[in-house]
């Protein structure tokens, strides 16, 4: 079946304006997360979501990042006033229900929002 | 809180040959996941094994395997009959029981195969 599907794949903004990165996660997974991918860098979590539970937000930067599922289906991540250190690549993952430990529920990765802000 | 290192920023290795990947990890809790994936140049990031803390065999997939020494706190990855396929980052991540269900990932070890 489809995998997780992110657009754009690159997208190049200047300093100060609003992005919106969408994520289209594997049908019938409920949980979704965001991560973000800076150069030379692993991966650092911003935001997940389960469900119609109230995501958890404890991994966002600043008040400047928010993300919404809309339907329990498709998330949008929306960075307001970029800034030259939001450049990095943005990648979502589901899983079929929340990862925990002790238990093989792997997250499948999307391939990824490449954000250039200029 | 967890931490995942990664010591090894890169690895060379002939195509063919096995090679070990580094991971140690730090964690106060009991029951955890630990999980090795690969990105390509492509970027996504593809999921290749799994290994319980309370898992007593040593997980494997395919040429994949996960040389797991929980008392060293160790999950270290195996690919073995390295293919040209193969370079690429790899990264440990874990997940525990305490916090939120993401993953915690290192740094991450570039392998690069040479025919």
């Known amino acids: 079946g489809a995998g997780v599907s992110q657009s754009p794949s690159n997208k190049v903004t200047e300093k100060g304006k609003d992005v919106e990165l969408r994520c289209d996660p594997i049908?019938?997974?409920?949980?979704l997360y965001w991560y973000r991918q800076s150069l030379g860098q692993g991966l650092e979590f911003l935001i997940y979501?389960?469900?119609?539970?109230?995501?958890?937000k404890s991994g966002l930067p600043s008040d400047r990042f928010s993300a919404e599922r809309t339907g329990g289906s498709v998330s949008t991540l929306t960075i307001q006033r970029t800034q030259q250190e939001d450049s990095a690549v943005y990648l979502c993952?589901?899983?079929?229900?929340?990862?925990?430990?002790?238990?093989?529920?792997?997250?499948?990765f999307g391939p990824g929002t490449r954000l250039l802000v200029l | 809180a967890q931490k995942i290192t990664q010591t090894q920023p890169g690895m060379f290795v002939q195509e063919k040959e096995a090679v070990t990947l580094d991971c140690t990890y730090d964690?106060?809790?009991?029951?955890?996941?630990l999980f090795w994936y690969k990105q390509p140049s492509s970027g996504e990031m593809i999921f290749l094994i799994y290994?319980?803390?309370?898992?007593?065999q040593n997980a494997t997939e395919g040429r994949y395997s996960l040389n797991f020494q929980k008392a060293r706190k160790s999950a270290n990855l195996v690919i073995s009959a390295s293919q040209l396929g193969d370079s690429a980052m790899y990264f440990c991540?874990?997940?525990?029981?305490?916090?939120?269900?993401?993953?915690?990932f290192g740094k991450g070890t570039m392998l690069l195969v040479s025919p």
């Open positions: 991540a874990m997940i525990g029981s305490s916090g939120y269900s993401t993953l915690t």
């Open positions: 979501f389960q469900g119609n539970s109230a995501p958890d």
């Open positions: 049908s019938g997974h409920t949980a």
């Open positions: 290994q319980g803390s309370y898992d007593e």
């Open positions: 993952a589901s899983s079929p229900r929340v990862s925990l430990a002790g238990s093989k529920r792997p997250q499948y």
């Open positions: 964690t106060s809790d009991q029951s955890y996941g």
